[in-house]
């Protein structure tokens, strides 16, 4: 066993341990969304030709589990470490930067996929989406996953309290998941709010995945694949950089 | 090749009042197999150095060498060589200490490791603790994982940051004797501690820190031999004439002066007889390592000779 798959095998273990707060909980959140939304707007709101509302929300609520997990695995793994002071355990050992990385993201996308399957799975009693494409499902969402992951671990290297992890939470993550089309195309809106969506990465995680499901969105997915994954190169590299240069965790 | 070589090593930390200098050009070399006592008192650097050496903390000027390799540009073979034992308690409140043993083999490379695991656990007395959490564990306990942790990738060189630090007397029994049987397998060790009798009885070579410079660097017993030879020891129920007090270390009732012969002893015992107070429980002993700390601590200039 080389030293990342040791890192990655007890960060799966942390969460997988606390599975019912990590994994059944935000499956049961999502659940909520879908019956609350579904019940609200199956009658109101018509996205897609052919498509009902209920199965149009469900790819993208399975999505924006993945990524809130995906961040929040990460995240709350090195803050807690941080703060707790266990962190040294894994600073006095040689494992490289890299290693750092492929084990917190890569845990990150587990748990990520695992709660976006759980809903999945769970919204599947209520209506199933059709898997046109599903490649394309499989590459936004460890794309997505990979991406928040990766924020996570510069979230958490970057907060020094759990208050300051909060706020990067509230105020950048949240909004742009929620705003990034999760419950609406981005068609409905008026055109300056469809300008700002298109600034929005997130919003090109969420159109490309749901395409994977309905052959249907609002822009190509080869777009979205190039946005996302030039997204996921940047936020890799800084996060690279940062544990390279040992970023508020070596003094 | 030394086991650990500091090379004038320096660190400046940025504070809110300025810079503040922890470390000033420190420079010594440990040698392969020895048992080598780093003392100070609080902040003095002991543990800045320590950081540096277990590449948590970075020099602002000089470098450290284990085994040759830099503990910043070849930071993977430098960790591989050194156990470190953290000061502060800290422990992972997910696993039970089997689990957390396994994990940092692995994070060293290490697989299959669970003989040497059970060995430390029955070495530290943890071999009923082998499944409970973290959590479980009382203060002591988790002391002893934190030994098992870094002594499981079998390191060369052992670095213990003050392991004693509110600890009861059966565990520093246990780790001492433990400790102690690896030194003689030809593991270095690398001690810091507050508990000078402990340093006397282990270490063969000492360096005192003191405001960031090296003071004193010697073997034990050379040092033990340079101080005073002789402390005058009695019990007081008054207090001492302020010129007898400037010489003298106080602590509660008890009164210790340093003394290099019989007549300097008398001269003592007569001006308290003077002052009209009476000694009790009169005793006259060999001077040990606290007498030589305080004397260090209590100079002005460092010592000569502080250089290797």
């Known amino acids: ?251 | 090749m030394p086991a650990i070589s500091f090379q004038s090593v320096s660190k400046t930390y940025q504070t809110a009042r300025g810079p503040f200098q922890a470390l000033d050009g420190v420079r010594f070399d440990i040698e392969d197999g020895e048992f080598f006592g780093l003392l100070g008192p609080n902040g003095a650097g002991k543990t800045t150095l320590i950081s540096i050496l277990a590449g948590l903390s970075r020099a602002t000027s000089g470098r450290i060498e284990v085994h040759g390799h830099d503990v910043q540009t070849d930071a993977a073979q430098a960790r591989r060589q050194l156990g470190v034992v953290p000061q502060e308690l800290v422990f992972d409140p997910f696993f039970n200490v089997r689990e957390a043993l396994r994990f940092q083999s692995g994070y060293f490379g290490v697989r299959h490791n669970d003989d040497w695991i059970d060995e430390l656990l029955a070495s530290l007395g943890l071999a009923d603790k082998a499944n409970s959490n973290m959590r479980q564990l009382s203060g002591g306990m988790k002391r002893r994982v934190l030994v098992a942790q870094a002594l499981v990738h079998k390191p060369p060189v052992i670095v213990l940051d003050e392991p004693t630090a509110g600890v009861d007397v059966e565990l520093r029994q246990t780790l001492w004797q433990f400790i102690a049987k690896l030194n003689r397998q030809g593991h270095t060790v690398l001690l810091t501690t507050h508990y000078l009798e402990e340093a006397e009885a282990l270490c063969g070579r000492l360096a005192m820190l003191k405001q960031g410079r090296v003071v004193a660097l010697d073997r034990t017993s050379d040092l033990l031999k340079a101080a005073s030879s002789n402390v005058l020891r009695f019990k007081l129920d008054a207090e001492l004439p302020p010129v007898l007090a400037r010489q003298a270390r106080i602590t509660g009732r008890i009164v210790q002066f340093p003394a290099n012969d019989a007549l300097e002893i008398e001269r003592y015992l007569a001006a308290v007889r003077e002052a009209g107070l009476h000694a009790e429980d009169v005793e006259i002993r060999k001077a040990d390592l606290e007498d030589v700390f305080l004397d260090v601590m209590g100079q002005d200039t460092p010592a000569a000779g502080v250089t290797p």
């Open chain 1, 1 to 251: 066993m080389s030293g990342w798959q040791a890192l990655f095998y007890k960060e799966i273990l942390r969460f997988w341990k606390v599975s019912f707060q990590t994994v059944a909980a935000p499956v049961l959140t999502a659940c909520l969304y879908m019956l609350i939304f579904g019940h609200v707007l199956e009658d109101r709101v018509k996205v897609y030709d052919q498509v009902s509302y209920t199965a149009f929300l469900v790819p993208g609520l399975v999505m924006m589990s993945v990524l809130q997990n995906a961040f929040a695995n990460s995240s709350s793994s090195i803050i807690q470490s941080k703060i707790m002071g266990n962190l040294v355990f894994i600073l006095l050992t040689p494992l490289s930067h890299r290693s750092w990385f492929v084990a917190y993201v890569g845990s990150s996308i587990v748990r990520g996929l695992a709660v976006g399957l759980g809903v999945l799975l769970v919204t599947s009693f209520v209506t199933t989406p059709s898997f046109v494409a599903p490649l394309w499902i499989l590459a936004f969402a460890l794309l997505g996953a990979g991406i928040l992951g990766t924020l996570g671990l510069i979230a958490g290297l970057w907060a020094e309290k759990f208050d300051q992890m909060a706020a990067f939470q509230n105020f950048i993550i949240m909004p742009m998941t929620f705003l990034s089309g999760v419950f609406y195309s981005i068609h409905s809106l008026p055109a300056f709010w469809q300008g700002v969506s298109h600034l929005n990465p997130f919003f090109y995680m969420i159109d490309g995945f749901r395409y994977g499901f309905f052959g249907v969105s609002d822009v190509s997915p080869w777009i979205s694949l190039g946005l996302v994954s030039a997204t996921f190169a940047v936020v890799a590299g800084i996060a690279l950089h940062l544990l390279r240069i040992g970023y508020k965790i070596r003094g």
